[in-house]
């Protein structure tokens, strides 16, 4: 198997694939039958589950029951939107806008595997993230969902409080369990490398989580500016 290397051609095409899908694809479901859009929400829904499914086999069948829980960052993001898909209601948009985008779009640009395409781990790490921000596309494109300043303070504050709860699952689960990767690193070559050692690259983590959030809503605080002039 070939090493996962970030700056490697093929990387950088699996990444560019997965954005332009993200992007493009809900806008050819614009004004489209509810059959249509139902299949598209179907699809979403149902690679994100596999991609859930392999990792709870991978890590936690064949490895250790603790390791392969739902409950790192992005399961959460997945479960929101999907509870978005069901409910239509904001709250859960909003979480997997901002957690979506900066978890999954981190997780899709610097992948937790350590081999690159064709690797099934790596293939359905990429798909499987992809998802969930295809998932908020939709909401942003079909839906004409949004966020609001206010909602960026709001969605940091519950990611904040569940930051400090999983200190306490993983603390009851014990080691090796890292979600949300509060006591070591993820492994690979990602964002984390160029932070501190744990336990205080957490610090640096939620420090950079709180900039992307805000990133994120500059978009959209820039076109009000531009559409108000």
């Not at 992809?130 to 960026?152: F, H, T």
């Not at 709860?165 to 490398?193: C, D, H, I, Q, R």
């Amino acid at each position: 198997m070939t090493p996962l290397n970030l700056l490697g051609t093929s990387h950088i095409i699996f990444t560019t694939i997965c954005f332009a899908v993200i992007v493009l694809l809900p806008r050819l479901f614009i004004e489209k039958s509810d059959s249509s859009n139902f299949f598209l929400i179907a699809t979403i829904i149902s690679l994100m589950i596999i991609n859930h499914g392999m990792d709870f086999y991978f890590e936690g069948y064949q490895d250790q029951l603790k390791l392969g829980l739902p409950i790192h960052l992005c399961d959460f993001s997945s479960a929101a939107i999907i509870l978005y898909f069901f409910t239509k209601r904001r709250e859960f948009f909003l979480f997997a806008f901002f957690a979506g985008i900066s978890g999954a779009g981190m997780a899709i640009l610097t992948p937790d595997s350590e081999y690159g395409f064709p690797n099934i781990h790596y293939v359905r790490h990429m798909i499987g993230h992809a998802m969930i921000l295809l998932g908020v596309s939709y909401a942003i494109i079909i839906d004409n969902q949004r966020p609001y300043l206010e909602d960026v303070h709001k969605t940091l504050f519950i990611l904040s409080l569940l930051l400090l709860l999983m200190y306490f699952v993983n603390y009851l689960l014990g080691p090796p369990a890292n979600y949300w990767y509060v006591a070591e690193k993820p492994a690979g070559l990602n964002v984390t490398s160029f932070m501190r050692d744990a336990p205080y690259h957490m610090i640096d983590i939620y420090i950079l989580a709180v900039i992307v959030c805000y990133l994120i809503y500059a978009f959209y605080y820039l076109i009000d500016k531009i559409k108000k002039n």
